[in-house]
């Protein structure tokens, strides 16, 4: 075919900040959900989904849409050549019921209160596309923390400007260095946290955020970031605070208690103002018939029971790690807290009662090796801030940590016995920077 003479030039035409972008890399990347493999690297939920299922998938305490007990889900398949339901009152509603709990204000969320999208991470590029103008504004992070706040800033053209955790202080926030921050450049138009922590698994103290939300002069949004929360102490969200604060937003998620990451569902509880906004600007069907369905089975009381049992179950074998995994030769200390359904711990050079140090060499050899000849992934983290040597451990099944805690033992040992090299080089620090930037 003879080649047209066009003046096409891609590498002109794209916006700069996109032809900038690194290759955006995720949890499924590197090692497949095989059916084999043990996945304790993306803060799943190992139990599976907080729905009433029988042996063959069906919901146990479903009905079909004209009322009979058949044990399968309320999903219209003829419907589904019309298009969804734009508003999701009823799902909304369904949220504030769970989050109504009155153990911070009096008021009550309703439906008003609340844009739901695909994940959490339609709302985190929702907000920048809504307060943020592009090549001007920016954004403020706390690391180390969850990567989208950053790919969506760059994607957006807005410049991130960080103020560490207190890596001294078990990664606390740092209220004062961020408000001083806010103080100064009036171009930071929003102020991400997570909490609990990813990969640091702590809260965010309640204090420390109301102290950044009366900062006197600054006018902007706060974004916190709840996806874990159902693993924290009880009555530990804040969603319910967002009727005390026009500039709060709490984001939260159905992909890790309830178990549901397959239907990509999140919601940003908010201010009615702000939740209108975010409304107006969202594509008009975003939320799936299906995905709907699912939702709101999963959010019914007797699917909520489900949901708290298999909460049980990853909170037992969270304490389980917790006792266990500093036994074995060549682990270290955990970072952070433990409100979440994971651990950041550290990895050693040599045995503690050697005097090791955390090392990154060391985690990423236990990382590939548990990966690539055991078949148990987990998350190298070893170059986040403060992270040296960490790897971010999912909690799994029983029998998942009993096979975690068998191989990781086995594996330090061959790394310690000579049988794996972990001489620094040049191709090591590639690799350690190319596992630690799966975002998950």
């Not at 032809?19 to 799943?44: F, H, S, V």
Request: proline share 5%; charged share 25%.
């Amino acid at each position: 075919m003879v080649g047209h003479n066009s003046p096409f030039d891609l590498s002109k035409c794209t916006r700069p900040n996109i032809l900038a972008l690194q290759p955006y890399r995720c949890a499924r990347d590197d090692y497949k959900d095989d059916g084999t493999n043990i996945l304790l690297d993306a803060n799943e939920n190992a139990y599976g989904p907080g729905l009433d299922l029988g042996n063959a998938g069906k919901l146990a305490n479903g009905t079909l849409s004209d009322g009979t007990e058949d044990g399968t889900l309320e999903l219209d398949l003829l419907g589904l050549n019309r298009y969804p339901d734009p508003h999701q009152i009823e799902l909304k509603q369904q949220f504030c019921d769970l989050r109504n709990t009155h153990t911070h204000t009096s008021k009550s969320l309703t439906p008003e209160n609340l844009f739901l999208g695909v994940g959490s991470d339609e709302a985190i590029d929702a907000l920048l596309r809504c307060f943020c103008t592009p090549g001007h504004d920016k954004i403020l992070t706390c690391p180390p923390t969850y990567g989208m706040y950053a790919v969506s800033a760059q994607v957006n053209d807005l410049e991130v400007v960080r103020v560490p955790l207190g890596t001294e202080n078990n990664f606390a926030l740092r209220p004062d260095a961020i408000n001083k921050k806010l103080s100064s450049d009036s171009s930071i138009k929003i102020v991400y946290v997570c909490s609990p922590g990813n990969p640091t698994a702590n809260l965010a103290s309640k204090e420390d955020l109301r102290r950044i939300l009366e900062h006197p002069t600054w006018n902007g949004i706060v974004v916190l970031d709840e996806a874990y929360i159902d693993f924290a102490p009880d009555g530990s969200s804040l969603a319910e605070w967002v009727t005390e604060w026009p500039n709060l937003v709490v984001m939260q998620t159905l992909s890790k208690a309830f178990g549901l990451a397959g239907i990509r569902l999140g919601a940003a509880f908010t201010s009615p103002e702000i939740a209108r906004l975010l409304n107006n600007l969202k594509a008009p069907y975003n939320i799936s018939s299906p995905t709907s369905a699912v939702a709101t089975a999963a959010l019914a009381p007797e699917n909520r029971k489900i949901m708290r049992a298999n909460r049980t179950k990853i909170l037992e074998q969270r304490e389980r790690l917790l006792v266990e995994l500093p036994k074995v030769e060549g682990v270290g200390s955990f970072l952070g807290g433990q409100d979440s359904n994971f651990l950041l711990v550290e990895i050693l050079d040599k045995p503690r009662d050697q005097g090791g140090k955390p090392s990154n060499e060391v985690a990423l050899k236990v990382y590939e090796g548990l990966a690539e000849n055991r078949g148990v992934v987990v998350r190298f983290r070893g170059k986040e801030l403060g992270c040296t040597g960490c790897l971010r451990i999912t909690v799994g099944t029983e029998k998942e940590v009993d096979k975690f805690l068998r191989d990781i033992k086995e594996v330090i040992a061959e790394i310690y016995g000579g049988r794996v090299d972990v001489n620094g080089t040049r191709q090591e620090e590639a690799r350690e920077v190319e596992a630690n930037a799966v975002i998950a």
